[in-house]
């Protein structure tokens, strides 16, 4: 079993639609967890870090159920410009990331 | 406060020669990771650096690939008698050292070609 993975899409939807990605890892002991975008060959943007309580950035929600042992983005009022591939990752002495999902936004 | 440096950007070597991938931290920044990836694939880890140490190297190919980080100036990746699967991106990235979620930050890669 992959240490991340994730559901290489593409999920294509409109814009201002609400989608939402998940992420699940294998090892119950990952320490922190992230959320990162990739544009096409460019390098990887941190976009946000996942805490147990859940956060929030603007349209961009985060959360953490380690019981089940995945985490989720939520994007909201999607933007053309939220089109890039979303890489989730986990920590547990290195950081290993997931191989993608990626969205297109269309008008 | 400039982010991760690599250089070249891009480069291109002959089956067979040698390739060097140069990255520079963030300042700070004594943590490095380098990570492969190949078109329409994911970030593969490759090896974890601190200064003068190798504290991970379990993603590295056994034969040709090796990785520095000396005391003064940038992490190394080298390959020697480069193949055509070598031909991807090589991305480095930097975390501070202090404890926590230790987020990392990349740099905008080396394009490796083998001809």
């Known amino acids: 079993r992959k240490e991340v ?17 998940n992420c699940t890892y294998s090892n119950s002991a990952s320490q ?25 950035d603007g349209r961009f929600t985060a959360q953490l159920n380690r019981a089940s042992q995945y985490i989720s983005l939520l994007i909201r009022d999607s933007k053309l410009s939220d089109s890039a591939t979303y890489l989730c990752a986990q920590r547990h002495q290195k950081v290993t990331f997931g191989t993608g999902t990626k969205l297109q936004v269309i008008p | ?7 070249p950007r891009h480069l291109v070597r002959r089956r067979g020669q040698e390739a060097r991938l140069r990255c520079s931290p963030m300042k700070g920044h004594s943590h490095v990771y380098w990570y492969r990836q190949l078109p329409e694939e994911g970030l593969k880890f490759m090896v974890y650096l601190q200064k003068e140490n190798i504290i991970d190297e379990s993603g590295m190919p056994k034969e040709r690939f090796s990785a520095e980080f000396p005391k003064e100036g940038p992490s190394i990746l080298r390959i020697q008698q480069v193949v055509r699967g070598d031909s991807a991106a ?3 990235a930097s975390s ?10 990349f740099g905008p890669g080396t394009r490796l070609t083998v001809l």
């Open chain 1, 5 to 21: 993975e994730q559901d290489p899409g593409p999920f294509n939807v409109p814009e201002g639609a609400t989608v939402a990605f």
């Open chain 1, 32 to 56: 922190s967890f992230f959320w990162y975008r990739q544009d096409c060959r460019k390098e990887p943007k941190l976009l946000m870090s996942v805490y147990s309580s859940g956060n929030e």
């Open chain 2, 1 to 7: 406060n400039a982010g991760v440096m690599q250089n």
């Open chain 2, 90 to 92: 090589y991305f480095c």
């Open chain 2, 96 to 105: 501070p050292p202090q404890r926590g979620n230790n987020e990392q930050f």
